[in-house]
């Protein structure tokens, strides 16, 4: 239940981040990202580098879901986020989110995971 409060909470914050990023800017990940995400998606489509902090951030498409990825510069995953459908919420997150945030719509929503659990 915690973990998806936390991903509605993530989610919000990501929307919030994203409306502020600057749109367009690629950076080039070192070469051990690379490698560990061609390694652990080697069927992704529609791949963007960015830089998120100190690490690097992966978009792309893995068969028809939307996907992103953060490696540390010596190829570390840090965490993985995969689109979901807003249906596949639990109740407790909508039911959350309706009671905290009136009026607001879910118009997105993305599952989390950390690699340290």
């Not at 390694?39 to 792309?60: H, I, L, R, S, Y």
């Not at 939307?66 to 510069?73: F, G, I, K, L, R």
């Not at 986020?81 to 009671?99: D, H």
Request: no cysteine; glycine share 6%.
């Amino acid at each position: 239940m915690k973990q998806y409060l936390l991903a509605a909470t993530m989610l919000l914050v990501t929307v919030t981040g994203f409306s502020q990023e600057k749109k367009g800017k690629s950076e080039k990940p070192s070469a051990a990202a690379q490698a560990a995400f061609h390694k652990a998606f080697p069927g992704a489509t529609k791949v963007k580098w960015g830089k998120e902090n100190a690490d690097f951030e992966v978009n792309f498409n893995q068969g028809k879901k939307e996907m992103s990825a953060v490696y540390d510069a010596a190829g570390v995953l840090k965490e993985t986020e995969e689109e979901i459908a807003v249906n596949a919420l639990p109740a407790a997150v909508t039911n959350y989110i309706r009671q905290h945030y009136k009026g607001a719509t879910i118009k997105e929503a993305a599952k989390i995971t950390r690699a340290n659990g």
